[in-house]
C-alpha cells in the first residue's frame, strides 16, 4: 500500500487501479484506526451466537425444542434496546466526536462478554444481553458512520470494501479460533462450563483492546464544528426529513434487510450447525467447532467477493447496484430451503453463494446511505439507518425463532430472502422515479 506525503490518496493495486481517496484532515493512523475496528467489531459481536448457544446448552440444560425460540426472544430484546439507542448515539458522536463513543461500545461488550458465562438463569442472561446490545449498537453505529467520514464519495465503493473485507476476515478469525476456544479448553482437561466462560473472557479482553485502539487512533472531534452547534432536536427533526426523499426511503429499507441479513446468519446458521452436531452425538464445544466451519465458508466467500462488488459498485448507478445486489442476496437466502444436512459438504455451494449474497446486500446498503447523507446531518441520518436495520432484526428474529422452531432451521432464511426480492424491486421503482443523485 502506497500513500502520498498527506495520505490522501491510498492505493491497494499498482497504477491507482484500486485507490481510497481520504477527505482532508483523515491521517494514516486515523485510517489504520478504523481499519482495525473494521476487522474486529463485526467479528467480535458476532460471537454472541457462539455465547448463547453454549450458554443455554451447557450452563442453563435447555432442550433442543426451546432453543430456537428462546435464541430469538433474546435477538428481539436486544434489537428493542438498539432502537432506543440508535438514534441518541447517532446525534451525540456528532456532539462530541465518533472516538469516545465508538471506545464507550467496544468497553460494554466486553462486560457483557465478561458477565455472560456467569448467568444462573435466563433473567440474569437477558440483562446481559441487554449490555451486549447497548454496546454493539454503539460500537457498530460509529463503524458505519466513520466509514461514511473519511472517504471521497467517488472512491466510497472501495472503502466500503476495503472495510467490508476487514470485517469479514475478522469474522473467519472469530470463527476459526475463537469459536474453537471451548473445545481447545475442553480437551486440556477443563470441564464444558469452565472451557466456555475462559473462552468468553477472552474475547471480552479483546473487545478491551479495540477500545483503546479507536479511543487513540481516530480522528479527533467532529466532522465540523458548526456540527456542535445544531440543537438535538433540530437534527432529529432533519435527520427523519431525509426519510420523506425515495433515495432515503431505500438505504432505510436496504437497512432494514441488510442488518438483518447478518444476525440470521451469525444466529440461525451457528445455530443450526450446532443442533445438526448434537444430534450426531457431539458435545456442545464439538457440535460449535464443525458449525463454525458452516460460518467459515459463508464468511470466506464474503471475503473473496468484497473487492469485486466494492468495484463495480464504483462504476454503475448505486440505485441500480442495490437492486442487483438485493437480488443476488435473495438467490442465497431462498437457497437454504433445499438443504438437508447443513453439516454435508455437498451443500457448501449455496453457502458460497449467502455469503456472496450477503455481503452484495451490506456493500450496497452502505454505499447507497454514505453517498445519499449530506455531511452535517450523516450522524442522525446513519442513526435513522440504525433505527431501520434494528427494526429489520427485530421482525425477523422475532419471527424466525419461532418459524425456526416450528418450521425449520430453513424457515428463517426463506423469510430473509423474500425481504430481499421485496427491496430489490423497490430500489428498481426508485430509479425510475427519483434518478437524480446527490453528492455526499
Same mark, same amino acid.
Given at each position: 500500500?502506497?500513500?502520498?506525503?498527506?495520505?490522501?490518496?491510498?492505493?491497494?493495486?499498482?497504477?491507482?487501479?484500486?485507490?481510497?481517496?481520504?477527505?482532508?484532515?483523515?491521517?494514516?493512523?486515523?485510517?489504520?484506526?478504523?481499519?482495525?475496528?473494521?476487522?474486529?467489531?463485526?467479528?467480535?459481536?458476532?460471537? *454472541?451466537?457462539?455465547?448463547?448457544?453454549?450458554?443455554?446448552?451447557? !450452563?442453563?440444560?435447555?432442550? @433442543?425444542?426451546?432453543?430456537?425460540?428462546?435464541? $430469538? !426472544?433474546?435477538?428481539? *430484546?436486544?434489537?428493542?434496546?438498539?432502537?432506543?439507542?440508535?438514534?441518541?448515539?447517532?446525534?451525540?458522536?456528532?456532539?462530541?466526536?465518533? #472516538?469516545?463513543?465508538?471506545?464507550?461500545?467496544?468497553?460494554?461488550?466486553?462486560?457483557?462478554?465478561?458477565?455472560?458465562?456467569?448467568?444462573?438463569?435466563?433473567?440474569?442472561?437477558?440483562?446481559? @444481553?441487554?449490555?451486549?446490545?447497548?454496546?454493539?449498537?454503539?460500537?457498530?453505529?460509529?463503524?458505519?458512520?466513520?466509514?461514511?467520514?473519511?472517504?471521497? !464519495?467517488?472512491? @466510497?465503493?472501495?472503502?466500503?470494501?476495503?472495510?467490508?473485507?476487514?470485517?469479514?476476515?475478522?469474522?473467519?478469525? &472469530?470463527?476459526?479460533?475463537?469459536?474453537?476456544?471451548?473445545?481447545?479448553?475442553?480437551?486440556?482437561?477443563?470441564?464444558?462450563?469452565?472451557?466456555?466462560?475462559?473462552?468468553?473472557?477472552?474475547?471480552?479482553?479483546?473487545?478491551?483492546?479495540?477500545?483503546?485502539?479507536?479511543?487513540?487512533?481516530?480522528?479527533?472531534?467532529?466532522?465540523?464544528?458548526?456540527?456542535?452547534?445544531?440543537?438535538?432536536?433540530?437534527?432529529?427533526?432533519?435527520?427523519?426529513?431525509?426519510? #420523506?426523499?425515495?433515495?432515503?426511503?431505500?438505504?432505510?429499507?436496504?437497512?432494514?434487510?441488510?442488518?438483518?441479513?447478518?444476525?440470521?446468519?451469525?444466529?440461525?446458521?451457528?445455530?443450526?450447525?450446532?443442533?445438526?452436531?448434537?444430534?450426531?452425538?457431539?458435545?456442545?464445544?464439538?457440535?460449535?467447532?464443525?458449525?463454525?466451519?458452516?460460518? &467459515?465458508?459463508?464468511?470466506?466467500?464474503?471475503?473473496?467477493?468484497?473487492?469485486?462488488?466494492?468495484?463495480?459498485?464504483?462504476?454503475?448507478? @448505486?440505485?441500480?447496484?442495490?437492486?442487483?445486489?438485493?437480488?443476488?442476496?435473495?438467490?442465497?437466502?431462498?437457497?437454504?430451503?433445499?438443504?438437508?444436512?447443513?453439516?454435508? =459438504?455437498?451443500?457448501?455451494?449455496?453457502?458460497?453463494?449467502?455469503?456472496?449474497?450477503?455481503?452484495?446486500?451490506?456493500?450496497?446498503?452502505?454505499?447507497?446511505?454514505?453517498?445519499?447523507?449530506?455531511?452535517?446531518?450523516? $450522524?442522525?441520518?446513519?442513526?435513522?439507518? !440504525?433505527?431501520?436495520?434494528?427494526?429489520?432484526?427485530?421482525?425477523?428474529?422475532?419471527?424466525?425463532?419461532?418459524?425456526?422452531?416450528? *418450521?425449520?432451521?430453513?424457515?428463517?432464511?426463506?423469510?430473509?430472502?423474500?425481504?430481499?426480492?421485496?427491496?430489490?424491486?423497490?430500489?428498481?421503482?426508485?430509479?425510475?422515479?427519483? =434518478?437524480?443523485?446527490?453528492?455526499?
Amino acid at each position: 500500500m502506497n500513500m502520498n506525503e498527506s495520505f490522501q490518496t491510498l492505493n491497494f493495486l499498482p497504477r491507482g487501479k484500486f485507490k481510497v481517496e481520504l477527505v482532508p484532515g483523515v491521517s494514516k493512523t486515523n485510517f489504520l484506526s478504523i481499519c482495525y475496528g473494521a476487522l474486529t467489531t463485526i467479528g467480535l459481536l458476532t460471537f *454472541i451466537s457462539y455465547s448463547t448457544n453454549y450458554v443455554l446448552l451447557e !450452563n442453563l440444560a435447555y432442550e @433442543r425444542s426451546q432453543i430456537g425460540t428462546i435464541v $430469538g !426472544n433474546l435477538q428481539v *430484546i436486544a434489537e428493542i434496546v438498539l432502537l432506543s439507542i440508535f438514534l441518541p448515539i447517532g446525534l451525540i458522536a456528532d456532539k462530541i466526536g465518533r #472516538r469516545q463513543v465508538y471506545s464507550f461500545g467496544m468497553l460494554t461488550m466486553g462486560l457483557a462478554y465478561f458477565l455472560y458465562p456467569l448467568a444462573t438463569g435466563i433473567a440474569e442472561l437477558t440483562v446481559y @444481553r441487554v449490555i451486549y446490545a447497548i454496546g454493539m449498537g454503539t460500537a457498530t453505529g460509529m463503524l458505519g458512520t466513520v466509514t461514511a467520514d473519511y472517504p471521497q !464519495n467517488h472512491t @466510497r465503493g472501495k472503502m466500503i470494501a476495503v472495510t467490508g473485507i476487514l470485517n469479514a476476515t475478522g469474522v473467519i478469525i &472469530v470463527s476459526l479460533f475463537f469459536a474453537r476456544l471451548p473445545k481447545t479448553f475442553a480437551d486440556m482437561g477443563f470441564d464444558q462450563i469452565t472451557a466456555g466462560k475462559y473462552s468468553m473472557w477472552i474475547v471480552a479482553a479483546t473487545c478491551v483492546i479495540t477500545a483503546v485502539v479507536v479511543a487513540l487512533g481516530l480522528q479527533k472531534g467532529t466532522p465540523t464544528e458548526e456540527q456542535k452547534k445544531i440543537p438535538y432536536l433540530k437534527q432529529i427533526k432533519a435527520g427523519l426529513a431525509e426519510g #420523506r426523499k425515495p433515495r432515503i426511503q431505500l438505504v432505510y429499507a436496504s437497512a432494514f434487510v441488510a442488518r438483518a441479513d447478518l444476525v440470521i446468519i451469525g444466529t440461525f446458521l451457528v445455530l443450526w450447525g450446532t443442533m445438526a452436531g448434537k444430534d450426531m452425538g457431539m458435545t456442545t464445544a464439538e457440535a460449535q467447532s464443525a458449525a463454525r466451519i458452516v460460518f &467459515v465458508t459463508s464468511s470466506m466467500s464474503a471475503l473473496v467477493a468484497s473487492p469485486i462488488i466494492g468495484y463495480l459498485i464504483d462504476k454503475v448507478d @448505486r440505485i441500480k447496484a442495490v437492486s442487483f445486489c438485493m437480488a443476488i442476496a435473495a438467490a442465497g437466502y431462498l437457497s437454504m430451503f433445499f438443504i438437508n444436512d447443513v453439516l454435508s =459438504p455437498d451443500v457448501k455451494p449455496l453457502f458460497v453463494l449467502l455469503g456472496v449474497g450477503h455481503q452484495c446486500a451490506f456493500f450496497a446498503a452502505t454505499t447507497l446511505l454514505g453517498q445519499e447523507a449530506p455531511k452535517m446531518k450523516r $450522524g442522525a441520518i446513519v442513526g435513522v439507518f !440504525n433505527l431501520a436495520g434494528a427494526a429489520g432484526i427485530l421482525i425477523s428474529t422475532g419471527i424466525g425463532g419461532k418459524i425456526y422452531d416450528v *418450521i425449520g432451521p430453513y424457515a428463517p432464511f426463506v423469510l430473509i430472502g423474500f425481504c430481499n426480492i421485496a427491496v430489490s424491486l423497490f430500489a428498481i421503482y426508485v430509479s425510475k422515479t427519483s =434518478p437524480d443523485v446527490k453528492e455526499a
